[in-house]
Protein backbone atom coordinates (compact mmCIF):
# COMPACT_ATOMS: atom_id res chain seq x y z
CA UNK A 1 0.00 0.00 0.00
CA UNK A 2 1.48 2.78 -0.72
CA UNK A 3 1.34 6.49 1.21
CA UNK A 4 -1.50 7.88 -0.44
CA UNK A 5 -4.03 4.68 -0.37
CA UNK A 6 -3.08 4.79 3.33
CA UNK A 7 -3.86 8.02 4.21
CA UNK A 8 -6.94 7.27 2.19
CA UNK A 9 -7.84 3.90 3.37
CA UNK A 10 -10.84 5.22 5.62
CA UNK A 11 -11.31 8.18 3.77
CA UNK A 12 -14.26 7.07 1.19
CA UNK A 13 -15.42 9.29 -1.89
CA UNK A 14 -19.01 8.72 -1.06
CA UNK A 15 -18.19 10.78 2.30
CA UNK A 16 -17.81 15.03 2.78
CA UNK A 17 -14.11 15.27 3.67
CA UNK A 18 -11.76 18.47 4.79
CA UNK A 19 -8.47 18.32 3.15
CA UNK A 20 -5.99 21.18 5.33
CA UNK A 21 -3.47 22.32 3.77
CA UNK A 22 -3.24 20.26 0.41
CA UNK A 23 -1.06 23.03 -1.38
CA UNK A 24 0.28 21.83 -4.62
CA UNK A 25 -0.52 18.22 -3.43
CA UNK A 26 -3.94 17.27 -2.44
CA UNK A 27 -4.55 13.45 -1.41
CA UNK A 28 -8.23 13.59 -2.02
CA UNK A 29 -8.73 16.27 -5.00
CA UNK A 30 -11.77 17.52 -6.18
CA UNK A 31 -10.65 17.00 -9.60
CA UNK A 32 -10.82 12.73 -9.03
CA UNK A 33 -14.51 13.44 -7.76
CA UNK A 34 -14.45 13.64 -3.74
CA UNK A 35 -16.58 15.72 -2.05
CA UNK A 36 -13.87 17.86 0.18
CA UNK A 37 -13.21 21.35 1.24
CA UNK A 38 -10.14 22.59 1.31
CA UNK A 39 -8.83 24.79 3.93
CA UNK A 40 -5.01 26.15 3.39
CA UNK A 41 -3.10 29.42 4.22
CA UNK A 42 -4.15 30.81 0.80
CA UNK A 43 -6.38 31.45 -1.59
CA UNK A 44 -5.31 29.38 -4.92
CA UNK A 45 -4.17 32.25 -6.26
CA UNK A 46 -1.49 33.02 -4.37
CA UNK A 47 -0.89 29.25 -3.53
CA UNK A 48 0.37 29.11 -7.49
CA UNK A 49 2.10 32.43 -7.22
CA UNK A 50 3.81 30.98 -4.15
CA UNK A 51 5.04 27.64 -5.47
CA UNK A 52 5.56 28.38 -9.58
CA UNK A 53 9.24 29.77 -8.89
CA UNK A 54 9.84 25.71 -7.25
CA UNK A 55 8.68 23.54 -10.67
CA UNK A 56 6.05 22.17 -9.03
CA UNK A 57 2.86 21.38 -10.65
CA UNK A 58 0.49 23.78 -9.96
CA UNK A 59 -2.24 22.73 -12.03
CA UNK A 60 -3.01 20.75 -9.24
CA UNK A 61 -3.70 23.46 -6.98
CA UNK A 62 -7.78 23.50 -6.53
CA UNK A 63 -10.14 25.81 -5.06
CA UNK A 64 -9.70 26.82 -1.53
CA UNK A 65 -12.80 27.08 0.20
CA UNK A 66 -11.18 28.42 3.29
CA UNK A 67 -8.49 30.71 4.02
CA UNK A 68 -6.77 30.09 7.78
CA UNK A 69 -5.65 33.57 9.59
CA UNK A 70 -4.88 31.64 12.96
CA UNK A 71 -8.60 31.53 14.08
CA UNK A 72 -9.61 27.83 15.33
CA UNK A 73 -10.76 25.96 12.09
CA UNK A 74 -14.28 25.06 13.27
CA UNK A 75 -14.73 28.70 13.55
CA UNK A 76 -13.54 29.48 10.25
CA UNK A 77 -15.85 27.03 8.80
CA UNK A 78 -18.91 27.74 11.21
CA UNK A 79 -20.33 24.66 11.18
CA UNK A 80 -19.90 21.51 13.42
CA UNK A 81 -20.42 17.31 12.93
CA UNK A 82 -20.56 18.07 8.69
CA UNK A 83 -17.33 16.44 7.94
CA UNK A 84 -16.83 12.01 7.62
CA UNK A 85 -13.37 12.98 7.50
CA UNK A 86 -10.30 15.31 8.20
CA UNK A 87 -6.96 14.80 5.76
CA UNK A 88 -3.91 16.35 7.13
CA UNK A 89 -0.63 15.82 5.54
CA UNK A 90 2.63 17.26 6.27
CA UNK A 91 0.72 20.10 8.13
CA UNK A 92 0.40 19.11 12.11
CA UNK A 93 4.31 20.01 12.71
CA UNK A 94 3.39 24.02 11.54
CA UNK A 95 0.07 23.91 13.85
CA UNK A 96 1.41 25.60 16.76
CA UNK A 97 -1.92 24.83 19.46
CA UNK A 98 -2.73 21.09 18.45
CA UNK A 99 -4.46 20.88 21.55
CA UNK A 100 -6.81 23.40 20.06
CA UNK A 101 -6.48 22.09 16.78
CA UNK A 102 -7.64 18.21 17.28
CA UNK A 103 -10.49 19.89 19.51
CA UNK A 104 -11.64 21.80 16.28
CA UNK A 105 -11.17 18.70 14.12
CA UNK A 106 -13.32 16.57 16.58
CA UNK A 107 -15.92 19.61 16.72
CA UNK A 108 -15.99 19.47 13.01
CA UNK A 109 -16.11 15.69 12.75
CA UNK A 110 -19.33 13.47 12.94
CA UNK A 111 -19.18 11.29 15.55
CA UNK A 112 -18.16 8.35 13.48
CA UNK A 113 -15.55 10.21 11.47
CA UNK A 114 -12.12 9.70 10.61
CA UNK A 115 -8.97 12.11 11.13
CA UNK A 116 -6.14 10.87 9.09
CA UNK A 117 -2.92 12.13 9.03
CA UNK A 118 0.70 12.05 7.89
CA UNK A 119 3.13 13.16 10.16
CA UNK A 120 6.88 13.78 8.11
CA UNK A 121 9.57 11.73 10.01
CA UNK A 122 12.30 13.98 11.48
CA UNK A 123 15.05 11.47 11.28
CA UNK A 124 14.31 11.70 7.49
CA UNK A 125 13.83 15.50 6.72
CA UNK A 126 15.23 19.36 7.94
CA UNK A 127 13.99 18.98 10.92
CA UNK A 128 16.47 16.26 11.88
CA UNK A 129 18.71 18.74 14.17
CA UNK A 130 15.56 19.78 15.95
CA UNK A 131 14.39 18.59 19.57
CA UNK A 132 11.18 16.96 18.99
CA UNK A 133 8.36 19.21 21.01
CA UNK A 134 7.51 18.64 24.47
CA UNK A 135 4.71 17.59 25.96
CA UNK A 136 5.05 20.93 28.28
CA UNK A 137 5.28 22.64 24.91
CA UNK A 138 1.95 21.56 23.63
CA UNK A 139 0.22 22.51 26.95
CA UNK A 140 1.97 25.88 26.83
CA UNK A 141 0.97 26.26 23.81
CA UNK A 142 -2.75 25.62 24.75
CA UNK A 143 -3.05 27.46 27.85
CA UNK A 144 -1.77 30.88 25.51
CA UNK A 145 -4.02 29.82 22.87
CA UNK A 146 -0.91 30.31 20.63
CA UNK A 147 -2.60 31.09 16.48
CA UNK A 148 1.36 31.37 15.59
CA UNK A 149 4.71 29.86 16.73
CA UNK A 150 6.62 31.11 19.46
CA UNK A 151 9.53 33.04 18.61
CA UNK A 152 11.73 30.69 20.05
CA UNK A 153 10.14 27.78 17.87
CA UNK A 154 10.83 30.00 14.90
CA UNK A 155 14.28 30.31 15.51
CA UNK A 156 14.95 26.99 15.96
CA UNK A 157 13.64 25.82 12.76
CA UNK A 158 15.70 28.89 11.14
CA UNK A 159 18.88 28.32 12.56
CA UNK A 160 18.31 24.38 12.67
CA UNK A 161 17.13 23.54 8.85
CA UNK A 162 19.67 21.20 7.29
CA UNK A 163 19.68 19.10 4.22
CA UNK A 164 21.99 16.16 3.64
CA UNK A 165 23.50 16.74 -0.03
CA UNK A 166 20.89 18.67 -1.58
CA UNK A 167 18.35 16.75 0.13
CA UNK A 168 15.52 18.61 2.21
CA UNK A 169 13.98 15.14 2.77
CA UNK A 170 15.72 11.93 1.99
CA UNK A 171 15.64 7.84 2.94
CA UNK A 172 16.71 5.86 4.91
CA UNK A 173 19.83 4.94 2.25
CA UNK A 174 20.49 8.33 1.67
CA UNK A 175 24.39 9.48 1.92
CA UNK A 176 25.97 12.64 2.05
CA UNK A 177 26.69 14.89 4.05
CA UNK A 178 24.59 17.35 6.23
CA UNK A 179 24.56 21.27 6.22
CA UNK A 180 22.44 23.73 7.00
CA UNK A 181 19.88 25.81 4.95
CA UNK A 182 20.01 28.93 6.08
CA UNK A 183 23.43 29.93 6.39
CA UNK A 184 24.02 32.64 9.44
CA UNK A 185 27.73 33.40 9.96
Same mark, same amino acid.
Not at 4 to 32: D, M, Q, V, W, Y
Not at 97 to 108: A, P, T, V
Given at each position: ???? &? +??? %???? +??? $??? %???? =??? /????? &? %???DVDVLDHATADELKAKYAPHGVDITKIEPVDFVWKGQPI !?????????? *????ISHVIEHVP !????????????? +? /? !???? =?LAIPDKRYCFDFFRWPTS $?? *?????? $?EKNN???????? *? #?? =?LACKKGEQHAWGKMHYGKFS?? #? !???
Open positions: MNRR &S +KIL %EHCK +KRG $TGL %EIGP =SFN /PIAPK &S %EGY !DELVGRVGIY *DWII !DIISFFRSCSNLL +K /P !DGIL =S $TG *DVLQAW $TRHRMGAVF *D #HL =SFV #H !DFF
